[in-house]
């Protein structure tokens, strides 16, 4: 599975943004993804993810309330719709596949190239 993450960009505090991840290959149904971020000088974290089927969500607290993931299997993409955005939301964002469950861990099977979302004050 190959992963491409667009979307990101410049925005002010306050505004929103939605990213999106294309994965090419065969089974996307068949793969839990997510996605991550990573700012300056920090670790990755987890942000978001989605079941196989889209029918269960999970989101770290930061965003709990301002970010949406949701996923398009016939279309093989993946979003994360993000409201309110915050200057500490700035930070490369990475969109994951693994077999199985979600998990909060960096324990994915393929990653994408991540994009870079810049949140201004």
């Known amino acids: 599975v190959q992963l491409q993450a667009s979307g990101g960009g410049l925005v002010q505090a306050g505004g929103s943004l939605r990213l999106s991840c294309a994965a090419s290959?065969?089974?996307?149904?068949?793969?839990?993804m997510a996605w991550f971020r990573q700012a300056p000088g920090k670790e990755r974290e987890f942000v978001a993810g989605i079941s196989r089927s889209g029918a269960s969500t999970h989101y770290a607290d930061s965003v709990k309330g301002r970010f949406t993931i949701s996923r398009d299997n016939a279309k093989n993409t993946v979003y994360l719709q993000m409201n309110s955005l915050k200057p500490e939301d700035t930070a490369v964002h990475y969109c994951?596949?693994?077999?199985?469950?979600?998990?909060?861990?960096?324990?994915?099977?393929?990653w994408g190239q991540g994009t870079l979302v810049t949140v201004s004050s």
């Open positions: 994951a596949a693994k077999r199985g469950i979600v998990t909060i861990y960096d324990e994915y099977d393929y």
């Open positions: 290959g065969s089974a996307f149904s068949r793969y839990a």
